[in-house]
């Protein structure tokens, strides 16, 4: 299925091609969908470290997402790693003049090592300036726990946390389930109106870039034409499949995910 709608992603360059920008835009490609970036911070990374983190300008940051929207027809954007508080200013003042429609904001603030990577003031921007503005925010167990300010034990607390972090102000919330101890993968979806349950089985492997996957495939999916719902699922349907066909590049114990598993499953 073809679309004349593209999906812009707002995120961070992974050098070893299993998260961030690469990440993002083999999903859009995977789905038929025109991807378009904003390189919001470049690493130096492979399947076992990051060495290095550079973030461009706010000029440069601005220059892409103007010249993205002053030509293409944009359906949805993906805001992935953003660095700091400035960088994360600047990306919600180039997308509120132009008037962006569809956001899905994959706020990436904990490294899987557990390390915090926000500071206090980027933390504070995010929660006052980019989730008002998202269709839907997809944060994992940690990444939820840090807005809140308060820990994630069960299903209860889960459920109980879709309705505080849509109190924040975005209009629908996908919480993945990966970090709970549950024996199946549920994402808890709500939007204030309707509650889902996106379960899948958990498989026994360490993803790399499923959290840029999923956030992708959302933004593809609408671009596809889905209401928010459907995208939602079909993206954890997506992300599932392709972690099934995972595989392991590098020397490193984590499985970059098979973008393309589709196309010869």
């Known amino acids: 299925m073809k679309t004349n709608l593209c999906a812009l992603t707002i995120a961070g360059s992974d050098s070893g091609g299993g998260a961030g920008i690469q990440a ?3 999903t859009f490609a995977a789905h ?19 060495s290095a983190v550079e973030v461009p300008s706010i000029k440069f940051l601005h220059a892409q997402i103007d010249t993205c929207f002053g030509d293409f027809k944009i359906g949805a954007v993906k805001i992935g790693m953003l660095a700091n508080a400035r960088v994360i200013k600047a990306v919600a003042e180039a ?3 132009h008037k962006a429609k569809n956001i899905v904001l994959d706020p990436v603030m904990v490294a899987s090592s557990g390390a915090t990577l926000l500071e206090p003031s980027a933390l504070k921007a995010m929660r006052e300036l980019l989730i008002p503005m998202a269709s839907v925010i997809t944060p994992n167990i940690p990444e939820a726990e840090l807005l809140l300010g308060h820990k994630i034990k069960n299903a209860d607390d889960a459920d109980a946390a879709t ?15 990966g970090h709970l101890p549950d024996k199946t993968m549920t ?12 379960i899948h089985k ?8 499923t959290g840029c996957t999923l956030a992708s495939a959302i933004a593809a999916n609408i671009c596809l034409g889905k ?16 972690l099934v066909h995972a595989y392991k590049p590098g020397k490193g114990k984590v499985a970059v995910l098979d973008h393309l598993w589709q196309s010869h499953s």
């Open 95 to 97: 997308l509120t003049r």
């Open 24 to 26: 993002d835009l083999k």
């Open 202 to 209: 958990k498989l026994k492997l360490e993803g790399h870039g």
């Open 227 to 242: 209401n928010l719902p459907q995208a939602c699922s079909a993206a954890t349907d997506y992300v599932h499949g392709a």
């Open 163 to 177: 309705v505080e972090l849509l109190a924040m102000g975005a209009r629908a919330v996908l919480l993945k389930g």
């Open 187 to 198: 994402d808890r979806y709500d939007d204030g109106e309707l509650l889902a349950e996106f």
């Open 32 to 50: 038929g969908v025109h991807g378009l970036s904003a390189i919001a911070a470049l690493t130096a990374q492979n399947t076992r470290k990051v």
